[in-house]
């Protein structure tokens, strides 16, 4: 894009005489980029956590993004999966043909779920395989379970997701006889809501 200005020049003698010019002056200015996308998604679950981002900036021929973990593309439309929850300021910084460039961000959330699964059986015999019953989780911050044998004798205890049931009475070493025994498990989720579980596991001998 090409722009006709006028110069206005003031000449001053040494003897104080003055003079005035107007002089046009041709100054070449070069529209600048806009940057602009568009995501799949804004808000995902850690189960999911892929994003498909849409380059729609105008007057580009160039483009990079900042994921905000790190990692980056200079592809025109990325599909791009976050590692962890928590949230990501996204930049897209593009590019004209004439190196004038511009700049957007968008954040994107990438939030906690929460899971439980409970084996309904579990084999201690030494043999290296399905040897303990825990269970196995996500989006636990607090855990705690107690095992029952079928007279409602308490067998186990922990507090820790991590630490599973090896099969004997109260960690003592003797094991306890191949039959169903009764848990009841109570978590703690990353929001801070409250879990109740109750189900029998099948210890195999």
């Not at 973990?69 to 910084?93: A, C, K, M, R």
Request: hydrophobic share 40%; aromatic share 12%.
């Amino acid at each position: 894009m090409q722009r006709v200005l006028i110069s206005f020049t003031i000449v001053i003698s040494d003897n104080g005489c003055r003079a005035d010019a107007v002089v046009p002056a041709s100054v070449i200015v070069n529209p600048n980029p806009v940057a602009d996308f568009a995501v799949s998604n804004s808000d995902v679950s850690i189960f999911n956590p892929v994003v498909d981002f849409t380059n729609l900036s105008q007057l580009a021929v160039a483009g990079s993004w900042n994921f905000g973990d790190s990692q980056i593309s200079n592809e025109l439309n990325p599909q791009h999966t976050f590692p962890d929850t928590g949230t990501y300021e996204i930049t897209l910084i593009v590019r004209s043909d004439k190196m004038c460039y511009d700049t957007l961000r968008k954040m994107i959330h990438v939030r906690d779920e929460f899971a439980i699964y409970f084996p309904n059986a579990f084999t201690p015999n030494n043999d290296g395989i399905n040897e303990m019953f825990k269970p196995f989780g996500v989006g636990v911050s607090s855990f705690e379970m107690t095992v029952f044998d079928r007279w409602g004798m308490e067998i186990f205890v922990t507090d820790n997701i991590e630490k599973g049931w090896d099969g004997n009475f109260r960690g003592d070493g003797r094991q306890c006889q191949g039959d169903t025994y009764v848990y009841l498990a109570h978590a703690i989720d990353s929001g801070g809501r409250n879990h109740e579980f109750v189900g029998k596991i099948n210890l195999v001998r």
